[in-house]
């Protein structure tokens, strides 16, 4: 059954630094686009950074520019978020989705049609 799996998640001081992981089961990542979503306590759920499996194409918010970066590895069809200068307020429940034949901007926006969800994985920041 196809699913995703996210790691990474954890509990880092302000300006610290962290990476998730997002991983597919059961199909591969070619032809999709990949999207980090969050979703802290009593507010909507928002996509972060995006890209586009294929080409490598990303997208980021604008809370998270210039501080996340989101990759992909072609070859374990993985795609990791890499965020530094980490702030209280990015503290929330990581997921990682998929849409299929999509572009990084289109699975950013949470009105697509998601293939899959991940189970979340939760990002404290902290001192």
């Known amino acids: 059954q196809a699913r995703l799996e996210e790691s990474g998640g954890g509990l880092v001081q302000p300006g610290g630094s962290l990476q998730l992981s997002c991983q597919p089961f059961?199909?591969?990542?070619?032809?999709?686009?990949i999207g980090w979503y969050r979703q802290a306590p009593g507010k909507e759920r928002e996509g972060v950074a995006c890209?586009?499996?294929?080409?490598?194409?990303?997208y980021y918010a604008d809370s998270v520019k210039d501080r996340f970066t989101i990759s992909r590895d072609k070859g374990s069809s993985i795609v990791d978020l890499q965020m530094n200068n980490l702030k209280p307020e990015d503290t929330a429940i990581y997921y990682c989705?998929?849409?299929?034949?999509?572009?990084?901007?289109?699975?950013?926006?949470?009105?697509?049609?998601?293939?899959?969800w991940g189970q979340g994985t939760q990002v404290t920041v902290s001192s």
């Open positions: 059961g199909f591969l990542f070619y032809d999709y686009a």
């Open positions: 890209i586009r499996f294929n080409d490598g194409t990303p």
């Open positions: 989705t998929v849409e299929l034949g999509s572009t990084a901007q289109s699975v950013c926006t949470p009105s697509g049609s998601k293939s899959y």
